[in-house]
C-alpha cells in the first residue's frame, strides 16, 4: 500500500503525516508513506485544498486532518 501525504510543510500538513504513520505504526499495517510537497505533484490529484490525504493513488480527504478511525478505514479497505 502507497500512502501519500500532500502539503507544503504547513501545520495541519505535519499533523496529518504524524497522524497516519501513528496509526499505521499503531495497526502493525504495511505501507509506504510518502510526503508530497512539490506543487506539480500536488496538481494531479486535483486537490483545492492541502493537506491531503491520497491511498493507492486514489484521493481521501483534502482541506481537513480525518479522525484516525477514518483514517483506518480507509487502509483497511485499500
Known sequence: MIIKVLGSGCAKC???????????????????????????DMMQYKIMMTPALVINEKVKSYGIIPKDEQILQWLNEA
Open 14 to 40: 505535519n499533523k496529518l503525516e504524524a497522524k497516519v504513520r501513528e496509526v499505521v505504526a499503531n495497526n502493525n499495517i504495511q505501507a509506504e508513506i510518502i510526503k508530497v510537497t512539490d506543487f506539480q
